[in-house]
């Protein structure tokens, strides 16, 4: 059996972070109460700050690569959702 490097456990648990952020996307919705709704809510904003802190960790290590988008490019797209 392969052990896993790092780059590929990272990757590995991004990508289960971001299943279970759908997951309770879904969740949120069909919960039969505030108290619930507002766990389940919290619980989302917490893997939402996990997920963003591996994949600030991954981009510095050159695991996540992505492109920057220009400023007029977000503009429009902030407008398109206004």
């Keep these: 059996?392969?052990?896993?490097?790092?780059?590929?456990?990272?990757?590995?648990?991004?990508?289960?972070?971001?299943?279970?952020?759908?997951?309770?996307?879904?969740?949120?919705?069909?919960?039969?109460?505030t108290d619930l709704r507002g766990l389940l809510h919290n619980n989302l904003k917490a893997v939402e700050s996990q997920q963003f802190e591996l994949f600030e960790k991954m981009r510095q290590k050159g695991y996540y690569q992505i492109n920057d988008a220009k400023q007029q490019e977000i503009k429009q797209l902030v407008n398109s959702y206004a």
Excluded: R, T, V
């Design 1 to 33: 059996m392969k052990n896993l490097n790092e780059k590929d456990s990272m990757i590995d648990l991004i990508n289960q972070e971001k299943e279970i952020m759908k997951a309770y996307g879904s969740f949120i919705p069909e919960g039969s109460s």
